[in-house]
C-alpha cells in the first residue's frame, strides 16, 4: 500500500487536491470501521500526501457523523506523521473578518456526543493536551500563509468546537466571545485528540467564512453565506498546501517536538494487565512501548 507522511483532512468546501499528481486511491480498513471516503496518495508539489475529505465526497456525512478514529488510524496507517486540517470557522471577533484565516493554538471542547479517545477495553491512557496543536506545524502553515500575500492570516487564537450541525444561537454567540473565544466550528474535536493519542504532528488552518450570528451589522451564518466565502477560503488553503509541503521537515526525529513521544509516559494501564488481545488491537500505536510477549 501507497506511503505518506504529510496528511490533509479536507473539510467543508475542500473535497479533493488540486494539482495532485500520481494519484492512488486507497480503502483502509481499520478497527473502528471505514473512514470517512477512500484516501487519495499523490504527489503535491512532488511531494507525497494523503487527502481525506472528512465529510466524504458529496458531503455526506454531519460533523458528529465524522468517523475520526477511523480516518486518524487510516492515516496513522499509511505512514502519516503530520496531519494538516482545513476547517470552515465562524468568526467570534471583529478583527477576523471573513475570508481570514487562522492558526489556532487552542481548542474549548462544547462537544457532547463524540467519542473522544482511541483506548478502551482493558487500556488507560492519558495524554498531555495542554497545547492541541503541534507549535511547530502551525508555526510552518502560519509561514506558508503569511507568503500569500493577499490573505490576512492571524497567529494563535482559540477554536471552540461546538456539536452542531445547527449553528449557534445569539445567547451561545455571545457568551464565547464573553469568554474570549476567536473561532467558532465543528470538527477540530475529537480528531486533535485522536492525533494526539496516534502521536502525529496536527494544526489547523481555519478558514473564517461569517461573523457567526453575534455581529449585530452583519447578516447571521447560513449555508449559502458560509459556501460563499469558503470558495475564496479553500483557494488560499490549497496555495498554503503546495507551499508548505516542502518545509515540513522529513524526520521529526531532528525536532524539539513530543508530539512524535506523547505516548512514551501516557500509558497508566500495568503492563501486564493489558489483555493480550488489547496490545494486538493497538499495536500500531503502542506496540513500540510494550512487551508484546508480556
Known sequence: M?????????????????????????????????????????????????????????????????????????????GVEWVISVSAVGSLREDI???????????????????????????????????????????????????????????GGTYVCMEGPLFSTKAESNIYRKLGMDIIGMTALPEAKLAREAELCYATIACATDYDCWHESEESVTVELVMGNLGANIASAQRILRDVAHKIPSDRAQLDCACAQTLSTAITTDRSAIPIEVKQKYSLLIGKYLDQNA
Open 97 to 155: 473578518a471573513p475570508r481570514d484565516l487562522v492558526i489556532p493554538d487552542q481548542l474549548f471542547d462544547r462537544t457532547k456526543s463524540r467519542v473522544n479517545s482511541f483506548f478502551e477495553g482493558g487500556l488507560v491512557v492519558h495524554c498531555p493536551f495542554a497545547e492541541p496543536f503541534c507549535p511547530t506545524l502551525s508555526d510552518l502553515l502560519y509561514t506558508s500563509a503569511s507568503q500569500l500575500g493577499d490573505v490576512n492570516v492571524h497567529k
Open 2 to 78: 501507497p506511503q505518506a507522511k504529510i496528511g490533509v483532512i479536507g473539510g467543508s468546501g475542500l473535497y479533493r487536491m488540486e494539482g495532485m499528481t500520481d494519484i492512488e486511491e486507497v480503502n483502509v480498513s481499520t478497527p473502528f470501521g471505514s473512514p470517512s471516503d477512500l484516501i487519495t496518495i499523490g504527489k503535491v508539489s512532488g511531494v507525497e500526501m494523503a487527502f481525506l475529505p472528512r465529510h466524504g465526497r458529496g458531503h455526506r456525512l454531519n460533523p458528529t457523523e465524522v468517523p475520526s478514529r477511523a480516518n486518524i488510524w487510516a492515516l496513522k496507517s499509511l
